[in-house]
């Protein structure tokens, strides 16, 4: 079946960096767009970045934009979003998708797999 796993999260000072990891399988990878997501408690789940089947296209929230990147590895069948310069303001569950869609997707709506997620917590 269709599986997405992400890892990386954890605890970091403000200011610092984390790395995280989505595998995918049971699906060709090279076929669909990726996303992540993120969930802070009592908030609805928010776009975070996109990054086209390629890799030559990318979309990020304006929240993020020239902290984090989000990038891939088709053979590894992988997508990284590293993220820099971090703040309280972004902790939360971190979640990867993958979409069948065409379009630039910033809607959960728009995706058709999600990971379990991960957690980040960013300390003051």
């Known amino acids: 079946q269709v599986q997405l796993v992400e890892s990386g999260g954890g605890l970091v000072q403000a200011g610092g960096s984390l790395r995280l990891s989505c595998a995918a399988s049971g699906l060709t990878f090279s076929s669909v767009d990726m996303g992540w997501f993120r969930q802070a408690p009592g908030k609805e789940r928010e776009f975070v970045a996109r990054i086209s089947r390629s890799g030559a296209s990318t979309y990020y929230a304006d929240s993020v934009k020239g902290r984090f990147t989000i990038s891939r590895d088709n053979a590894k069948n992988t997508v990284y979003l590293q993220m820099n310069n971090l703040n309280s303001e972004d902790t939360a569950v971190y979640y990867c998708?993958?979409?069948?869609?065409?379009?630039?997707?910033?809607?959960?709506?728009?995706?058709?797999?999600w990971g379990q997620g991960t957690q980040v917590t960013v300390s003051s």
């Open positions: 998708a993958a979409s069948t869609s065409y379009m630039i997707q910033t809607a959960t709506r728009q995706y058709n797999t």
